[in-house]
């Protein structure tokens, strides 16, 4: 069974920057500021940028950053180094070895967090004066720029999901720094049509020229690969499967296994466009997990957990399926374009993009 409603704003202020991430957004922001402009600020003001910069990085607790958190764990990497402590060479080692076992950043394949982890990548590989802190960089830069080069679907101009964080799903209604991140390389991205205040996002435009000054090494190396076949990606995580499958005119991505609730909330376990329109699976306040199972070519089962516990109010849908337009339901079943979702016993709720 679906129901049927306008999409509701795809994502609160409190989502907009995690008030416990803010040393590392604004220590980066400052040292950035003091390395790049300082010489015309005058020696006062350095140094209070410098100042900051460093308390930014000594007063994050110990242990708090997982390093399976890798926007915030890359930044802090950056900044640790640049004050040089020696506290942050754990988080460093972690991230590293979580990179080289998986193959990628477990925070995974994310249309706003990608850019972020690619711009610290590129601040560790290019700026840094550490070994350790330089070949962290160039390792993580090197799997997510391999792994975008073959996910982005360059005429449809975005990447494959599915997407481990995503404020929204169709970034020609929303401004993604990953879409930001690539038209500051020169790679053609999808963009809103309309840039206002009113535009979910468009703070996020301030980015472009810090990107085109820090991440001018990405160029040609992110290089979207032209789509004449369809072509599949797998990523692994242990138990977690991620698959991206890119044709000429149509772009799906789903996984399944990810046990986690950390971000639920922004998490995409699947995803497709075409050119006729995109469809996305959303979870709810309620949801523990979602597994999306590929049964046939073209066709997903969607599965899922509720949580439990006193205080959990469980409301009559179980998972959200956000659309540019709205699918043919049948009973457990719902068909869109070339894509088939299933969902027995579960009660999907359709919003409808605006």
């Known amino acids: ?50 100042a900051a910069v460093r308390l930014a990085a000594e007063s994050e607790p110990t242990g708090r950053i997982n390093p399976d958190y890798s926007n915030i764990a890359l930044m802090h990497a950056w900044l640790g180094g640049s004050a040089g402590l020696a506290s942050t060479a754990s988080l460093v080692n972690g991230v590293a070895t979580q990179v080289s076992r998986d193959g990628d950043i477990a925070e995974y394949n994310s249309p706003t967090y990608d850019a972020i982890s690619l711009m610290a990548s590129c601040l560790l590989a290019d700026f840094s004066t ?3 802190l330089r070949g962290l960089g160039m390792l993580v830069r090197e799997k997510i720029a391999a792994r975008l080069s073959t996910v982005w679907h360059p005429e449809l101009a975005l990447q494959a999901g599915p997407y481990s964080r995503a404020y929204g799903l169709d970034p020609r209604l929303y401004v993604s720094l990953m879409s930001v ?29 810090l990107f ?20 599949r990606h797998e990523q692994r995580f242990g138990d977690i499967v991620a698959t991206s499958v890119v044709e000429p005119g149509l772009i799906i991505g789903w996984e399944h296994g990810r046990r986690s609730r950390f971000a639920l909330d922004q998490y995409a376990p699947f995803a497709m466009y075409s050119r006729d329109g995109f ?7 309620d949801t523990d997990w979602v597994d999306v199972v590929e049964t046939a070519p ?46 027995p016993g579960i009660v999907v709720e359709v919003r409808l993009a605006r």
């Open 298 to 343: 073209k066709v997903f089962e969607l599965r899922c957990a509720r949580r439990e516990g006193p205080d959990i109010k469980h409301d009559t849908a179980a998972l959200t399926v956000v659309a540019s337009k709205s699918p043919i339901t049948n009973d457990n079943e719902m068909l869109f374009g070339e894509v088939t979702l299933q969902f």
């Open 212 to 231: 085109q000054r820090v991440c001018a090494s990405l160029r040609g190396v992110i290089a979207p690969r032209p789509v004449s076949a369809a072509r």
């Open 130 to 132: 550490s070994a350790d």
């Open 1 to 50: 069974m679906a129901r049927l409603r306008p999409e509701l704003a795809p994502v609160s202020r409190r989502h907009l920057v995690a008030r416990r991430d803010w040393r590392q957004f604004l220590g980066v922001i400052l040292s950035l500021v003091e390395r790049l402009y300082g010489h015309v600020l005058g020696d006062e003001m350095r140094g209070r940028l410098q």
């Open 181 to 209: 991140l690539m038209a500051a390389i020169d790679v053609p991205a999808a963009g809103p049509n309309r840039l206002d205040n009113t535009t979910t996002h468009v703070h996020d435009l301030y980015f472009l020229p």
């Open 279 to 285: 469809l996305g699976v959303r979870t709810r306040a």
